[in-house]
């Protein structure tokens, strides 16, 4: 008897430090984005809902901030805030970008020949991370009313194109998350920010994008 315990001890131990091992090496995923990511006034955000269809083996991190521009000389960067500091310390496996819907206002983007360099630059500073992370590029989702300068007319024919150029420029991944809203006005509270069905849309958009990268990686692997 004393020897079966003494050869189920070291094995019970070892499966032991295997769970552990697992729990602290979760896949982080980064959700960098504005209001519309920050998801101020839902009962559910976005990557709140994306953390429960991706489950427990994942930990995502909502790192939205509203009003925020990805261009370096708009109003409102993101460059200039402590939260892209905290996400970057953080060193994600993913990074969600969403940014380009107050780009489009006139004040910021009569810099827009800025645009593409500064976002390539912006994706590359995670690219360097030591954690080598994926990084995705989420096309905006449609403004359904020009409002607080937002326009609906430059992100769809010109804040679009130029993500879609930046995501070849950088062999990164893109995630439509505008065709998927298109006519589709009633996913928003005020015709620019998702509402709970909207923040589900985009959560299982994500999802999608992130599974069927995953679906590939196993394919490779077999």
């Not at 020897?3 to 131990?13: A, D, Y």
């Amino acid at each position: 008897m004393k020897r079966k315990l003494t050869g189920i001890v070291p094995l019970l131990f070892l499966l032991f430090l295997t769970f552990v091992t697992q729990a602290q090496h979760k896949i982080k995923v980064a959700c960098v984005g504005n209001s519309i990511t920050e998801g101020y006034g839902l009962k559910q955000t976005y990557p709140e809902v994306l953390q429960q269809l991706l489950g427990g083996e994942y930990e995502v991190q909502n790192f939205g901030l509203g009003g925020r521009t990805l261009l370096k000389k708009g109003d409102m960067p993101y460059w200039r805030e402590e939260k892209y500091q905290q996400v970057l310390a953080w060193e994600p496996d993913i990074v969600i970008i969403k940014l380009g819907t107050n780009d489009s206002k006139p004040q910021n983007w009569r810099y827009k020949e800025e645009f593409v360099p500064d976002y390539s630059a912006f994706v590359k500073s995670f690219q360097a991370l030591p954690s080598n992370p994926q990084v995705y590029l989420a096309l905006p989702m449609p403004a359904f009313e020009d409002k607080w300068g937002i326009t609906e007319n430059i992100i769809k024919n010109e804040v679009i194109p130029a993500v879609k150029k930046v995501a070849r420029q950088t062999k990164v991944k893109t995630i439509d998350l505008y065709k998927p809203f298109v006519g589709k006005a009633n996913l928003t509270y005020d015709m620019i920010h998702p509402n709970e069905g909207g923040a589900a849309l985009l959560a299982a958009q994500v999802h999608r994008a992130l599974k069927a990268k995953g679906k590939k990686r196993s394919q490779r692997k077999k």
